[in-house]
């Protein structure tokens, strides 16, 4: 089975991101703080490091989505989710946090702050045209159908 290949960056003590289930959509993502927590105010919006630099394999992306225990317990929300590590890129995968809660919040090296999804990718060709083919929702959207 194709690997996602991690390459740890030096001084990363972390365990490579992995599945914490066996059915999980998402390997959790940790911090890399080794130099100590990270306090987020209520409006922090804070570049977090993994301290992995990743290869995905061909027409896939991965996707850094928030963990959901992060973001209804805590109030983390990621600002760019999901956020698209394309698969040409070699740099250090970081994560972008944004603090909606109250009190001060300590993120901790090591503590799991989001998960990666591995998705295929399709890439198509582009053309313009002078028109479009017909619908029944035509041009309607944004609550054009209502709600009930
Ligand atoms: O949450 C994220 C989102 C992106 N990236 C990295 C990997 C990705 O391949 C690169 C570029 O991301 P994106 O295409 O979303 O950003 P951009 O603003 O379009 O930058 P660029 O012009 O570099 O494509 O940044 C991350 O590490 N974490
Ligand atoms: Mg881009």
Do not use: W
Request: glycine share 12%.
């Amino acid at each position: 089975m194709t690997a996602i290949k991690f390459k740890r960056l030096p001084g990363n003590d972390l365990p490579l991101p992995c599945y914490e289930t066996p059915g999980a959509a998402g390997m959790d993502l940790r911090a890399f703080l080794p130099e100590g927590p990270v306090i987020f105010e209520h409006g922090s919006l804070l570049i977090i490091p993994t301290g992995f630099c990743v290869e995905l394999p061909q027409d896939t992306e991965m996707q850094i989505r928030p963990r959901s225990g992060m973001a209804l317990k805590h109030g983390f929300i990621i600002p760019n989710s999901p956020g698209t590590v394309d698969e040409d890129y070699r740099g250090e995968v970081k994560i972008g946090l944004y603090y909606l809660g109250k009190d001060p919040f300590a993120i901790s090296h090591g503590d799991r702050i989001a998960q990666a999804v591995i998705a295929d990718v399709r890439r198509f060709p582009t053309v313009e045209v002078e028109e479009l083919s017909d619908t029944k929702r035509g041009s309607g959207g944004f609550g054009s159908t209502g709600a009930a």
